[in-house]
T-cell receptor
């Protein structure tokens, strides 16, 4: 069956460290994968997109990798700050952007 | 300001009383979609629309209806709400390029008693 999982429901790290979040999927063949941030009481906000032929994408302190052989994406936040505390969602495209499936999310807490 | 607007933000209703949640976007996006978010289950797609007068079922369409008569609006209709439709609902839109990101509204928290 098709499944998309994120490594843990919650992750606590110390300020200044690198946070690494994992997204694994089975029985999908996405053309691309996206990462979103969701704050309590708000809708998800797009962060980064990585295509199936890209290994790595960076944006400021954020880095995403995509391994289609392992069927896994890693999302890194370097020099993490308490303001980075939020839930992070990965999303796979299905059918060339016609619809999407989301992972359950990882709630990240960056402790001062 | 570019945005997706949902109304209402909170809604409490009783079983069987028809309701509509409105969604409007001002970005001229062709694609619009509805999701529900439940603890432990994440975001699940209810319906989506690639353009005006074109709608398709997502993963959990039972008990819901949608219509897309205008490009900017995509209302979600619950003809006979039931308690298992208690959830947090999000509307999203994006432009027609296949790898463009979704823009989400701020959600509607629905409680059906």
């Amino acid at each position: 069956s098709q499944k998309i999982e994120q490594n843990s429901e919650a992750l606590n790290i110390q300020e200044g460290k690198t946070a690494t979040l994992t997204c694994n999927y089975t029985n999908y063949s996405p053309a691309y994968l996206q990462w979103y941030r969701q704050d309590p009481g708000r809708g998800p906000v797009f962060l980064l997109l990585i295509r199936e032929n890209e290994k790595e994408k960076r944006k400021e302190r954020l880095k995403v990798t995509f391994d289609t052989t392992l069927k896994q994406s890693l999302f890194h936040i370097t020099a993490s700050q308490p303001a980075d505390s939020a839930t992070y969602l990965c999303a796979l495209d299905r059918n060339y952007g016609q619809n999407f499936v989301f992972g359950p999310g990882t709630r990240l807490s960056v402790l001062p | 300001e570019a945005q997706v607007t949902q109304n209402p933000r909170y809604l409490i209703t009783v079983t069987g009383k028809k309701l509509t949640v409105t969604c409007s976007q001002n970005m001229n996006h062709e694609y619009m979609s509805w999701y529900r978010q439940d603890p432990g289950l994440g975001l699940r797609q209810i319906y989506y629309s690639m353009n005006v007068e074109v709608t398709d079922k997502g993963d959990v369409p039972e008990g819901y209806k949608v219509s897309r008569k205008e490009k900017r609006n995509f209302p979600l209709i619950l003809e006979s709400p039931s308690p298992n439709q208690t959830s947090l609902y999000f509307c999203a839109s994006k432009d027609s390029s296949y790898n463009s990101p979704l823009h989400f509204g701020n959600g509607t928290r629905l409680t059906v008693t």
